[in-house]
């Protein structure tokens, strides 16, 4: 597959190349727009004074699908291995009925959303993820879609798929796809939205601020685990452009979207390093992007 267009993203930093004043990159969780109803109001609001790209999940939407459906998947290193079967009610499911759930919620509150995937316009280049099956990671972005998107006033919503160097649908992780994104697009900032109000550290207490190394060395040591580890590793990828920032946060705060981009105390903000942007550590697929496949759909 040709991969003409494409703008590499780096394993390891710098992340975030020359910042877009106005542009965030808002990742929101993958529960149903019921649970969701003030953060929506929140990027609608946000749209109306900067350019904003949404991003999401939908893990667990994805496993009830495929348990109603009887089709069985099997999970390696805590990964869901992803076949044929199970891709096909992956994407159904992501670019399916949470898109465009997600794109209509967001209509309503007088956003001008689009929805797309990572394979509309071949947005995310993915690399396959050895062993699991139809998984990626993001190696690339091409910006341009996304810039004629944005710079028609529309906000694009992007569902976590990408296409393989071969040109094969995969699943990727939502946190993995919105940093590729941000990279790509130069964002101002990288905000994550998640279950949790941040990092928590050994002692349970969430962690205001951490680097890189931060982030790896609490890897190693087990502390953060699950689906906090891909999210932290794009926050890292996310990284190093002077005043770009990239923040992990509760998507449950009545005013998450504004804390995120203003309050320090707020979530857990991922910064640079003495030695800059790097990966968070092992794990990461190399040369794929640095975030590895936990926790994609
Ligand atoms: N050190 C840690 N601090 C905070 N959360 C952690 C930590 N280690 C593991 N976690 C887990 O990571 C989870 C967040 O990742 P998860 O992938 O489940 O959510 P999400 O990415 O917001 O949703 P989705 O994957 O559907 O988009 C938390 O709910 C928590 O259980
Ligand atoms: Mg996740």
Same mark, same amino acid.
């Given at each position: 597959m040709s991969r003409e267009g494409v703008a590499p993203v780096p394993a $390891? /930093?710098?992340?975030? /190349?020359? +910042? !877009? @004043? *106005?542009l965030v990159v808002v990742k929101l969780g993958g529960t149903t727009i019921a649970g969701q109803e003030r953060v929506i109001d929140q990027v609608a609001d946000l749209a109306r004074t900067r350019q904003v790209v949404v991003v999401h999940g939908g893990g667990a939407r994805v496993t009830g699908w495929l348990e109603r459906l009887g089709v069985p998947t099997r999970f390696e290193d805590g990964l869901r291995v992803t076949d044929e079967p199970a891709l096909e009610v992956t994407a159904a499911v992501l670019r399916g009925a949470a898109n465009v759930e997600l794109v209509a919620a967001l209509r309503a509150r007088g956003c001008d959303a689009v929805g797309v995937s990572g394979v509309d316009g071949a947005l995310l280049a993915g690399r396959r993820v050895h062993g699991k099956g139809l998984v990626a990671t993001i190696m690339g972005v091409r910006p341009a879609f996304a810039r004629t998107l944005l710079d028609a006033g529309h906000v694009p919503v992007v569902a976590p798929l990408a296409l393989d160097e071969q040109g094969v649908v995969c699943n990727v992780n939502a946190d993995d796809a919105a940093a590729g994104l941000a990279h790509g697009l130069g964002a101002h900032a990288l905000v994550l939205l998640t279950d949790v109000d941040g990092v928590r550290g050994a002692d349970g207490a969430r962690i205001d601020s951490m680097t890189a190394d931060d982030a790896a060395a609490l890897i190693a040591a087990g502390v953060i685990a699950g689906g906090m580890i891909p999210k932290v590793r794009a926050a890292v990828r996310g990284? $190093? @452009? +002077?005043g770009a920032h990239a923040v992990i946060a !509760? /998507? *449950? !705060? +009545?005013d998450a979207v504004r804390r995120a981009l203003e309050d320090p105390g707020f979530g857990t903000r991922v910064v640079a390093g003495p030695g800059g942007a790097r990966d968070a550590g092992p794990g990461s697929v190399p040369s794929a992007g640095g975030v590895a496949a936990e926790g994609a759909a």
């Amino acid at each position: 597959m040709s991969r003409e267009g494409v703008a590499p993203v780096p394993a $390891s /930093g710098p992340g975030i /190349g020359t +910042p !877009d @004043a *106005g542009l965030v990159v808002v990742k929101l969780g993958g529960t149903t727009i019921a649970g969701q109803e003030r953060v929506i109001d929140q990027v609608a609001d946000l749209a109306r004074t900067r350019q904003v790209v949404v991003v999401h999940g939908g893990g667990a939407r994805v496993t009830g699908w495929l348990e109603r459906l009887g089709v069985p998947t099997r999970f390696e290193d805590g990964l869901r291995v992803t076949d044929e079967p199970a891709l096909e009610v992956t994407a159904a499911v992501l670019r399916g009925a949470a898109n465009v759930e997600l794109v209509a919620a967001l209509r309503a509150r007088g956003c001008d959303a689009v929805g797309v995937s990572g394979v509309d316009g071949a947005l995310l280049a993915g690399r396959r993820v050895h062993g699991k099956g139809l998984v990626a990671t993001i190696m690339g972005v091409r910006p341009a879609f996304a810039r004629t998107l944005l710079d028609a006033g529309h906000v694009p919503v992007v569902a976590p798929l990408a296409l393989d160097e071969q040109g094969v649908v995969c699943n990727v992780n939502a946190d993995d796809a919105a940093a590729g994104l941000a990279h790509g697009l130069g964002a101002h900032a990288l905000v994550l939205l998640t279950d949790v109000d941040g990092v928590r550290g050994a002692d349970g207490a969430r962690i205001d601020s951490m680097t890189a190394d931060d982030a790896a060395a609490l890897i190693a040591a087990g502390v953060i685990a699950g689906g906090m580890i891909p999210k932290v590793r794009a926050a890292v990828r996310g990284l $190093s @452009a +002077p005043g770009a920032h990239a923040v992990i946060a !509760d /998507g *449950g !705060d +009545p005013d998450a979207v504004r804390r995120a981009l203003e309050d320090p105390g707020f979530g857990t903000r991922v910064v640079a390093g003495p030695g800059g942007a790097r990966d968070a550590g092992p794990g990461s697929v190399p040369s794929a992007g640095g975030v590895a496949a936990e926790g994609a759909a």
